[in-house]
């Protein structure tokens, strides 16, 4: 009988959890957020707009843009590591000339592995760490994000 119990908890357990980075990714999908970073503790850029799309598939990356007084960057994202993780990795051209995209440059500066430091899931509020960022690096960058 223990022995049926424990395989009954064990099976519930498998198919009603949700894998975490899945439940994480639901509260970001179809949402925006308003966006403040800091680099070393200084405050560098307050009141951007990250936008999140809807996330097919767990085990691939998602898509987003990230907007500032008109100019417009995608971006792909997904977590990672038991949600423990968030990566972002501009998608948007950086090449230099007469049509370079300031919000392009500044997403791929800010592209990197994230740890996530906290996740509230009332207020909504996403507060992102990393000193592995491409135009950053050995800087610790703080990306907070709370919904729009």
Excluded: H
Excluded at 30 to 58: H, P, Q, R, W
Excluded at 104 to 131: C, H, P, T
Excluded at 133 to 144: A, D, E, H, P
Aim: aromatic letters at 14%.
């Amino acid at each position: 009988m223990k022995k049926y119990n424990f395989l009954l908890v064990f099976i519930c357990t498998v198919l009603f959890s949700c894998s975490k980075e899945k439940k994480f990714e639901n509260r970001l999908e179809g949402n925006s957020f308003s966006v403040t970073i800091t680099i070393d503790g200084d405050l560098i850029y307050k009141d951007e707009k990250m936008s999140f799309n809807e996330c097919k598939n767990a085990k691939e990356l998602c898509r987003g843009s990230w907007v500032y007084i008109g100019n417009q960057a995608d971006f792909y994202w997904r977590f990672s590591n038991k949600a423990k993780q968030f990566e972002l990795s501009n998608i948007t051209p950086t090449e230099y000339g007469a049509n370079v995209n300031d919000q392009a440059v500044k997403s791929y500066k800010f592209s990197g592995i994230y740890d996530v430091v906290s996740y509230k899931k009332d207020n909504r509020e996403l507060i992102l760490k990393s000193s592995q960022t491409m135009g950053y690096s050995g800087k610790i960058v703080l990306l907070y994000l709370m919904q729009i």
